[in-house]
């Protein structure tokens, strides 16, 4: 996973100046395009992300940041979901799904962590009315350190 320089401060500020930080609540989100380092500032999402709306049925799943949906981490330093994430069913074609991304906000906020979507089980999803995309429980892994 990449993080952006955004959410690199804010983890260096409190490793290194107990500044406090925390995210009761991830958002995730999906990505059409490729994502690059050069999209680090954090203030609003990539242009690329899946448009909200009523129109496709498009939004951010909000994901507690707790143990009911994270596994404690390994000793390779892995933390893995441990519960199904669903997005809502479209109601018109979102393209091809290539990444995810998680945010600290439903809607702009803050970009903080982004990959490849492997957790959809291929290099992308081309996803289109009628699908409800899922990501399975134990297949979003995020790698800590």
Partial sequence: MN??????QKLGDLVFGNVAYSVPTFY???????LS??????????TSEVPDGITNGYQRVPVAN?????????GSGNVETIIDILFANTVAD??????IGVFDALTDGNLLIWDIADALEQDYVNVVN??????????LIFKVG
């Fill in 94 to 99: 979102w393209g091809n799904v290539s990444y």
């Fill in 37 to 46: 380092d050069d999209i680090t500032n954090g203030i609003t999402a990539p």
């Fill in 130 to 139: 009628g699908t409800v995309v899922q990501i399975d429980l134990g297949s």
């Fill in 66 to 74: 707790d143990k009911v949906t994270f596994a404690s981490a390994d």
């Fill in 28 to 34: 995730l989100g999906l990505f059409t395009d490729v």
């Fill in 3 to 8: 993080t952006t320089l955004y959410y690199q």
